[in-house]
């Protein structure tokens, strides 16, 4: 038997299957294809001309279609650990959650779902609030400010948000920083 070959898809070990007998069958060289190191099953046999037995037997690299029931490689993703803090389950690749904790998977709905800009309320009449407010507060952070740090504000949030019965109202917006509003926004999803 001879050395494995290596080519560009598969491990191949080129030999004559135990019960070959050149004598009456003629030359042949078997082809398992190993899929990994646990399974070595043939898949297919391969019966070489004399030119490429002369080919392997000078080191020369020969190249081969298999046709049959080999399969080509398939990239498989990792496992990964749920997302959850403290969860150690590992769960397929492209998910992010083991099932108990499937519910915690935040998705952004699609406009057609939660309605466009205008339809939420934040057209050109929200704009020109925006900048209004943003001129009031001088275009300063008021959550920063309370704390005596001066930051530029580049959003306008609710103080009391609109889903929890928040208006529009000059008196119920104030200029924000971003981080302070994702920090605002974040706890008032936890709640």
Not at 70 to 86: D, L, Y
């Amino acid at each position: 038997m001879m050395a494995p070959i290596r080519t560009a898809h598969c491990n191949v070990v080129f030999g004559a299957p135990v019960d070959w007998d050149e004598e009456k069958d003629g030359k042949c060289g078997a082809l398992p294809i190993y899929r990994d190191a646990a399974t070595q099953t043939m898949h297919s046999f391969w019966q070489p001309n004399e030119q490429e037995i002369a080919n392997i037997l000078a080191g020369v690299p020969i190249r081969l279609t298999i046709i049959g029931s080999a399969h080509p490689p398939v990239a498989i993703r990792p496992m990964r650990p749920c997302k959850h803090r403290g969860c150690s389950a590992l769960v397929p690749g492209g998910k992010t959650y083991c099932p108990a904790h499937a519910s915690e998977e935040i998705k952004w709905k699609p406009d057609a779902v939660r309605g466009n800009r205008h339809e939420r309320g934040y057209g050109n009449a929200w704009m020109k609030r925006r900048d209004r407010i943003l001129r009031r507060d001088c275009g300063l952070c008021q959550v920063c400010k309370r704390v005596g740090c001066v930051t530029i504000a580049t959003e306008v949030d609710h103080r009391v948000p609109k889903s929890q019965g928040g208006t529009d109202d000059d008196d119920n917006l104030h200029s924000i920083c971003k981080p302070c509003h994702k920090s605002k926004t974040g706890s008032e999803r936890k709640v």
